[in-house]
């Protein structure tokens, strides 16, 4: 365990759905990260939180929404995606949004859009 | 653009055939190259950071290393349970980011 867990694991959700992906630390960490994992594809950053402040959004689409209530928590709500959208997100957790800083990445939740 | 492309996608090796992954990559100015670790239906974990050309890190039979333009991921008399993705990543000095760069990364298969 990395000491970044998110939930769920699994998810299967219909293109009209809404639904949400949690991600928890207690490591510690000022800084969050979502990660959205393709098949063939490099990890792409979607979003990043320092101290609770949104601090990149990489042109993301507004179908997903990040939110950051807290230092250790982290969601990424999902409403009206597409079959494209299917992929492996992945959360992480470092001390600061700064160069030279490891990342505790999650298990990551399966997303399938059908 | 701040790019990453590893080498080979895919690679086997017996147990005990060591090899090495490929990881090259532009950047402009180079804050740090990033190794990380992914098992199958898991998140990456973090391996090694490197931060100038020369230098080298160990951890148990791997061994990265770092010149201008390329790192080196060595593994040496791999065992089966070293069989995963690795994933190289970069962070630059560019712009106002402080985003990894990451590869599509090589898949690395070790047979009994």
């Not at chain 1, 639904?19 to 630390?25: G, N, P, T, V, Y």
């Not at chain 1, 490591?27 to 601090?55: C, D, I, T």
């Not at chain 2, 992914?38 to 931060?51: A, V």
Request: overall charge negative.
């Amino acid at each position: 365990e990395t000491g970044v867990t998110q939930t769920p694991r699994h998810l299967v959700m219909g293109m009209t759905n809404k639904k949400s992906l949690k991600c928890e630390q207690h490591l510690g960490h000022n800084a969050m990260y979502w990660y959205k994992q393709s098949a063939k594809k490099p990890l792409e950053l979607m979003f990043v939180y320092s101290l609770e402040e949104r601090v990149e959004n990489n042109s993301v689409p507004s179908r997903f929404s990040p939110e950051c209530p807290n230092s250790s928590h982290l969601f990424l709500h999902l409403h009206t995606l597409q079959p494209e959208d299917s992929a492996l997100y992945l959360c992480a957790s470092s001390q600061e949004w700064a160069w030279d800083t490891e990342a505790f990445f999650g298990q990551g939740t399966r997303l399938t859009v059908v | 653009e701040d790019q990453v492309t590893q080498s080979p996608e895919a690679l086997r090796l017996q147990e005990g055939e060591s090899s090495s992954l490929n990881c090259s990559y532009t950047v402009s100015g180079l804050r740090g190259l990033f190794w990380y670790r992914q098992d199958p239906g898991k998140g990456p974990e973090f391996l090694f950071t490197l931060y100038s050309a020369g230098e080298e890190k160990e951890k148990e039979r791997l061994k990265a290393t770092l010149t201008k333009k390329e790192s080196f991921l060595h593994i040496t008399a791999p065992k089966p349970e070293d069989s995963a993705t690795y994933l190289c990543a970069v962070q630059g000095y560019g712009g106002a980011t402080n985003k990894l760069i990451f590869g599509t990364g090589t898949l690395l298969a070790v047979q009994p």
